[in-house]
C-alpha cells in the first residue's frame, strides 16, 4: 500500500456521461498529480495541484476538470465521455510543490480504470 | 511529439544476467531523470534517478547511466531476478518544474 487511495478501482459508463475520480494522498503530502495512461502509451500529465490551488497544466481536455479539496483530497471530474477516454487514471502526490525535493519523485496511486462503452 | 521514448517494449531474459534497459530524450532543458516500475494492478513505483550533473547512480543492484551528449539514459539490472519481472517506465523532467514526462515502457521478463 503506497499510501495513496484512489477509488473507484473499477468504473464502466456510457458514452455522453460524466464521472468523477476520487484520490486521498499520502498522510502529509500537499500535492496532487493526475496522470492518464492510454493502451501502450507512457503515462501522460494531466494537472498538478498544490495545497489546494492548481500549479501546473497538461495536456488536459476541456471535457476535464479537477480540484482539490481542503482536505487535501482531489476530485478529476471527466464529462461527455468519448471511447477515446478509456484508460488508467493515476493520482500521485509528493510531500511539497517541487517533487524531486522529496527525493523519490511521485508516490502513485493504483489507479482507476475507466472504460467507456 | 514524443519527448521520451523507449523503443523496446519488451526484453527477456534470464536469472542471473544483466537486463539493460534503455531510453532517449529529446528535449535539451530534461535535468532530471527517473526510472519507475510497474507491476500489474499497481501504481508505479520508484526504483532509481540521476541528476543531468552526474552520469552514473547506483542503488543495489540496480544502475542508471546518463550520456547526456546522445540524449540516451540505460537501467541496469545486475544479477536479474524474478521478481523484477514488471513495466519499466523512464521519466524527465525539469528539476525547476513538477511534471514528469514518461517513456511509453519496456516489459521486462525474468526466466527463471
Known amino acids: 500500500d503506497s499510501g495513496v487511495t484512489q477509488t473507484p478501482k473499477h468504473l464502466i459508463t456510457a458514452t455522453g456521461q460524466r464521472v468523477t475520480l476520487r484520490c486521498s494522498p499520502r498522510s502529509g503530502d500537499l500535492s496532487v498529480y493526475w496522470y492518464q495512461q492510454s493502451l501502450d502509451q507512457g503515462l501522460q500529465f494531466l494537472i498538478h495541484y498544490y495545497n489546494g490551488e492548481e500549479r501546473a497544466k497538461g495536456n488536459i481536455l476541456e471535457r476535464f476538470s479537477a480540484q482539490q479539496f481542503p482536505d487535501l483530497h482531489s476530485e478529476l471530474n471527466l464529462s461527455s465521455l468519448e471511447l477515446g477516454d478509456s484508460a488508467l487514471y493515476f493520482c500521485?502526490?509528493?510531500?511539497?510543490?517541487?517533487?524531486?525535493?522529496?527525493?523519490?519523485?511521485?508516490?502513485f496511486g493504483s489507479g482507476t480504470r475507466l472504460t467507456v462503452v | 511529439d514524443q519527448q521520451v521514448k523507449q523503443n523496446s517494449p519488451s526484453l527477456s531474459v534470464q536469472e542471473g544476467r544483466i537486463s539493460i534497459l534503455n531510453c532517449d530524450y529529446t528535449?535539451?532543458?530534461?535535468?532530471?531523470f527517473l526510472w519507475y516500475k510497474k507491476y500489474p494492478a499497481e501504481g508505479p513505483t520508484f526504483l532509481i534517478s540521476?541528476?543531468?550533473?552526474?552520469d552514473k547512480n547506483e542503488d543495489g543492484r540496480f544502475t542508471v547511466f546518463l550520456n547526456k551528449s546522445a540524449k540516451h539514459l540505460s537501467l541496469h539490472i545486475v544479477p536479474s531476478q524474478p521478481g523484477d519481472s514488471a513495466v519499466y517506465f523512464c521519466a524527465a523532467t525539469r528539476t525547476s518544474g513538477s511534471r514528469l514526462t514518461f517513456g511509453e515502457g519496456t516489459q521486462l521478463t525474468v526466466n527463471p
Open positions: 500521485a502526490s509528493s510531500l511539497n510543490g517541487n517533487h524531486l525535493r522529496t527525493a523519490y519523485g511521485y508516490t
Open positions: 540521476i541528476s543531468s550533473i552526474k
Open positions: 528535449n535539451s532543458m530534461f535535468d532530471y
